[in-house]
Each structure stands twice: as C-alpha cells, then as structure tokens.
T-cell receptor, first 112, second 113 residues
Framework: DAGVIQSPRHEVTEMGQEVTLRCKPI?????LFWYRQTMMRGLELLIY????????DSGMPEDRFSAKMPNASFSTLKIQPSEPRDSAVYFC??????????FGPGTRLTVL | TQLLEQSPQFLSIQEGENLTVYCNSS?????LQWYRQEPGEGPVLLVT?????EVKKLKRLTFQFGDARKDSSLHITAAQPGDTGLYLC?????????????FGKGTLLTVNP
C-alpha cells in the first residue's frame, strides 16, 4: 500500500519566489498534518486538517505561509514570498485517529 | 509551551552494546510516542505509552513512561547497525488536543559494526 506521498522531494528556489509543496495522504485517513524540521528547532507542527477543514493553524509562522486541502486526497503548503530562513524539511503526515501519524518522506526546501 | 528535552543529543556506540536515551519534561503528558527517523525519510512511529509507569517492549527495544508522566526512556539491548537513526520522542499535552504533539529534538544514534 502506498504511504503518504510528497512532491517534490527537493526544491531549490531563490528568495522572493513562490513555493508550493504537495501531499497525498493515505487513503481513508481523515487527518492531515504539515510539519517543518530544522536542526535548530526540531520538528514543529504548522497546521492540521480534519476532514479537509483546517483545525489549528497556530503553528504557521506568518502570513507568507498558507495551506489548503481541496479534497480528501490532496493538500498544498504554499510559501509566498519565500525567504532563506524558510529552508527546512517539510513533512506531511496523515492519520486515521489523529494520534497515530504516518509521515511522508519530506520535501527538502532550500531558499537561496 | 511544553518542552521535551532529549539526551544525549548524539550517541556513537559499537555493535552489541546496550544504550539508554532519555526524554524529559517539566510538564505532564497524557501520552508519549517514540519515533525513529532515518536519513532522507520521515519519522516512523515505534510505540505509544499512555499510563504512568508503563513499560513496553519491541524486540530489543524497551520503552518506559515515568510514573508522573513527565519523562520516558528508550533502552536498546545489543544494538545493531540497523538501529542507527534519529530517535524522537513526542508528547501529547495533558488535557489538550489529541493531535498536537510536542517533539523533542532527538538523539542521533550511530551503531558501528
């Protein structure tokens, strides 16, 4: 069975450009989470959805970040405009119950 | 903000040795999870502990949740190179949402053959 799918796996962009990260959760999972991982701050929750509805976006760093989940099988995290400090690995995770999470392989973002 | 401190930050040992890594907080958690993350991949859940004093075993890995539910430990017996990875603990706030886990920064374990 396919796990959580993320694309792209690697993204290199220049400061000021728009970046869109994509996630396909495990089929049947009602919860979807976006995390960011850096050496300094570790793994941080950005936002999570339940049944395609954003439940808590308190972890979204600022207005440059936005996330959508137009349907049960797709979500995007957009950064516009991107800045060097946004460089990190971004993970999407899905869950059937909310507590047990299955993480995707991540997108390594580098903003020059 | 609830913080989870993991120690040691780095650990390099020889195959066959035993080791223990720790996850500590001043806050009470209703449950705590341990994950292992390999390079270039996402974290993979190993175990969830929910009861103070609970001990769970997964082959050569033993997980313990502190009596006060503020700390946890992971003990590996006879470590193997395949155990190499970043071990993360994550706590679910007591009385809070089931879904907003607080993660520690991890212990990076290297097991040398």
């Amino acid at each position: 069975d396919a796990g959580v799918i993320q694309s792209p796996r690697h993204e290199v962009t220049e400061m000021g450009q728009e970046v869109t990260l994509r996630c396909k959760p495990i089929s049947g999972h009602d919860y979807l989470f976006w995390y960011r991982q850096t050496m300094m701050r570790g793994l941080e929750l950005l936002i999570y959805f339940n049944n395609n509805v954003p439940i808590d976006d308190s972890g979204m760093p600022e207005d440059r970040f936005s996330a959508k989940m137009p349907n049960a099988s797709f979500s995007t995290l957009k950064i516009q405009p991107s800045e060097p400090r946004d460089s990190a690995v971004y993970f999407c995770a899905s869950s059937l119950t909310g507590l047990v999470k299955f993480f995707g392989p991540g997108t390594r973002l580098t903003v020059l | 903000t609830q913080l989870l401190e993991q120690s040691p930050q780095f650990l390099s040992i020889q195959e066959g040795e035993n080791l223990t890594v720790y996850c500590n907080s001043s806050s009470v958690f209703s449950s705590l999870q341990w994950y292992r993350q390999e390079p270039g991949e996402g974290p993979v859940l190993l175990v969830t502990v929910v009861t103070g004093g609970e001990v769970k075993k997964l082959k050569r890995l033993t997980f313990q949740f502190g009596d006060a539910r503020k700390d946890s430990s992971l003990h590996i017996t006879a470590a193997q190179p395949g155990d190499t990875g970043l071990y993360l603990c994550a706590g679910e706030a007591s009385g809070g949402s089931n879904y907003k886990l607080t993660f520690g920064k991890g212990t990076l374990l290297t097991v040398n053959p």
